[in-house]
C-alpha cells in the first residue's frame, strides 16, 4: 500500500512564506513525476508545479518566480517552497504522484492535502 502525506499548511499573512512537504511510503519500486496540485473553494483543482525524475520541472504562470518545487529522489519526498504568498493562493494543496510499484505497475497516488490560508 503507498500512501502521501503532506504537511506544513497553515494560516500566514500575504507576503509570507511556506514550505510543503510530501512523503511517499509503501511498496514503492520508483517515482516518476510528483507535483503539486491546489484547489480554492469554488474552484476546480489545478497544476501548481510539476518536478519529473529527471529533475525537470514545470510551474502554473500564476507561482512562476514565486514557488519552487523540489525532491529528494532517495527518501521518496517532494518539497513545494512558497513565497510572496497572495490572498488567491489560499488553497487546499494536493500531493500527486505517479508512482512503480512493481515493474509492470505503475499507479498515480494523490495525498489527503493540507490547507494553505493566506490573509491580506
Known amino acids: 500500500q503507498v500512501q502521501l502525506v503532506e504537511s506544513g499548511g497553515g494560516l500566514v499573512q500575504a507576503g509570507s512564506s511556506l514550505r510543503l512537504s510530501c512523503a511517499a511510503s509503501g511498496n514503492i519500486f520508483s517515482i516518476n513525476t510528483m507535483a503539486w496540485y491546489r484547489q480554492a473553494p469554488g474552484k476546480q483543482r489545478e497544476v501548481v508545479a510539476t518536478s519529473t525524475s529527471g529533475g525537470s520541472t514545470d510551474y502554473a504562470d500564476s507561482v512562476k518566480g514565486r514557488f519552487t518545487i523540489s525532491r529528494d529522489n532517495a527518501e521518496n519526498t517532494v518539497w513545494l517552497q512558497m513565497n510572496s504568498l497572495k490572498p488567491e493562493d489560499t488553497a487546499v494543496y494536493y500531493c500527486?504522484?505517479?508512482?512503480?510499484?512493481?515493474?509492470?505497475?505503475?499507479?498515480?497516488?494523490w495525498g489527503k492535502g493540507t490547507l494553505v490560508t493566506v490573509s491580506s
Open positions: 500527486n504522484a505517479d508512482i512503480r510499484t512493481s515493474i509492470v505497475s505503475t499507479r498515480n497516488y
